[in-house]
């Protein structure tokens, strides 16, 4: 079936009962990025997106004011999912562009993502280190994704009680803005010194 992508920004109201039917299949898919607890689309500090493949909604990505870090003109990239059956669609790139703007618009100073520090590949991936599947390359050659770079200062912990660190990847907006994240993250050099 040939692919028919399309993506735009969830219109409150609207995509609601889409929302929640996606929102269940991602916990069923082991992934709790998108519990109630965590984001509700009819009230949010940002934009999320839909990607819809064929019609069907195949991929979420939203971005919102760093109220983890307590950083008012930062933003993150976040509550990101592809159901199973369209992985390797590459929508986190399709979206980027999209969301790049929507902060640049906003005034936002930097933007970034958050992943897990264990997750090799992807980390990899997102650190230049090595591209997946010959045919999406021109996705790694995108400005905008090579604008985001390995914070090599901090660690990413959402809760005081969480064990996953989570790398930070940002990319500014304002050249010679300095990010000074507030709380939810630790020194990466405090990191590694526990973990040697």
């Known amino acids: 079936?040939?692919?028919?992508?399309?993506?735009?920004?969830?219109?409150?109201?609207?995509?609601k009962e889409i929302f929640e039917k996606f929102r269940s299949i991602c916990l069923?898919?082991?992934?709790?990025?998108?519990?109630?607890?965590?984001?509700?689309?009819?009230?949010?500090?940002?934009?999320?997106?839909?990607?819809?493949?064929?019609e069907e909604l195949a991929s979420v990505s939203a971005i919102e004011r760093s109220h983890y870090t307590e950083n008012s003109d930062v933003a993150r990239?976040?509550?990101?999912?592809?159901q199973k059956k369209f992985r390797h669609g590459r929508y986190g790139f399709k979206i980027l562009p999209q969301q790049f703007?929507?902060?640049?618009?906003?005034?936002?100073?930097?933007?970034?993502?958050?992943?897990?520090?264990?997750a090799k590949a992807l980390n990899e991936l997102y650190?230049?280190?090595?591209?997946?599947?010959?045919?999406t390359d021109h996705y790694f050659d995108c400005p905008i994704f090579?604008?985001?770079?390995?914070?090599?200062?901090?660690?990413?912990?959402?809760?005081p009680n969480s064990n996953i660190l989570q790398f930070i990847y940002e990319s500014k907006l304002e050249p010679d803005f300095i990010w000074k994240p507030?709380?939810?993250v630790i020194s990466m050099n405090l990191a590694l010194t526990h973990h040697e």
């Open 28 to 54: 069923l898919e082991g992934n709790e990025s998108l519990t109630e607890k965590k984001i509700d689309p009819e009230n949010f500090d940002g934009a999320i997106w839909l990607a819809f493949e064929n």
């Open 127 to 135: 650190q230049k280190k090595r591209r997946f599947y010959s045919n």
């Open 101 to 118: 703007q929507w902060a640049v618009e906003h005034k936002f100073k930097l933007i970034y993502w958050t992943h897990n520090s264990k």
């Open 146 to 159: 090579n604008s985001f770079h390995l914070n090599k200062n901090y660690l990413f912990k959402d809760s």
């Open 1 to 15: 079936m040939l692919s028919n992508t399309k993506i735009r920004i969830y219109k409150k109201g609207l995509d």
């Open 77 to 82: 990239i976040c509550r990101y999912h592809i």
């Open 182 to 184: 507030q709380k939810s």
